[in-house]
């Protein structure tokens, strides 16, 4: 009965490759996002999405899109991965129409060699 | 765009005594301070959050207050227990309901309690 759910766990790739992480919700909720975790723990919102909007960091490059085949669904594509990718990336969801509470997923941890 | 100050960045405490770990907000828009926990190698956990229109909320132990004018907010853990070790993050974001806000967090403290 996990609410928020990412696969991979793990994910380990050379430099240069492109993946995705997939994150699936089951509260029903509206909204979804993803945040980047660094080396230094610190988070750091990368997009906002619901079917309303698409709210993306400035700060991030253009070699990663969110993808959202339903609104249970949202997975973070990456393209032509860099070492400086290496992080933890974790999914979130709110009921974005009713509360801002957000609850997140377990989080995929991404190495780039 | 919000900016978040979060201070300690590492706080030991003796287990039994009170914690308290502060937030600085730097937009006057924000409406939602939410706190999280996270243990090592789990996810953020949503603990207590507060809103514009309140200026102290409790829950057990657990207690945040917020001062709009001084835009800071403030974790208080009492009674601290050996579980209670973890990072905690501060965040802040403008709920308008129906948007799609993501939250600004602060770079994080590390609560150690000490037996």
């Known amino acids: 009965d996990t609410a928020v759910s990412q696969t991979p766990k793990y994910l380990v790739t050379q430099m240069g490759n492109d993946k995705s992480i997939k994150c699936e919700q089951n509260l029903g909720h509206d909204t979804m996002y993803w945040y980047k975790q660094d080396s230094k723990k610190f988070l750091k919102i990368m997009f906002s999405y619901n079917n309303k909007e698409l709210i993306i960091n400035e700060t991030v490059p253009n070699r990663f899109s969110p993808k959202s085949p339903d609104k249970a669904h949202l997975n973070l594509h990456i393209n032509s991965l860099e070492l400086g990718d290496s992080a933890v990336y974790f999914c979130?969801?709110?009921?974005?129409?009713?509360?801002?509470?957000?609850?997140f997923g377990p989080g995929t941890r991404l190495t780039v060699l | 765009g919000e900016n978040v100050e979060q201070h300690p960045s590492t706080l030991s405490v003796q287990e039994g005594d009170s914690a308290v770990i502060k937030c600085t907000y730097s937009d006057s828009a924000s409406n939602y301070f939410p706190w999280y926990k996270q243990e090592l190698g789990k996810r953020p956990q949503l603990i207590i959050d507060?809103?514009?229109?309140?200026g102290e909320k409790k829950d057990q132990r657990i207690a945040v207050t917020l001062n709009k004018t001084a835009k800071h907010f403030s974790l208080h853990i009492t009674e601290t227990q050996p579980e209670d070790s973890a990072v905690y993050f501060c965040a802040a974001s403008t709920w308008v309901g129906g948007g799609a806000d993501g939250l600004t967090f602060g770079k994080g403290t590390h609560l150690i309690i000490q037996p």
């Open positions: 507060i809103r514009s229109n309140v």
């Open positions: 979130a969801s709110s009921q974005g129409g009713t509360g801002p509470e957000q609850f």
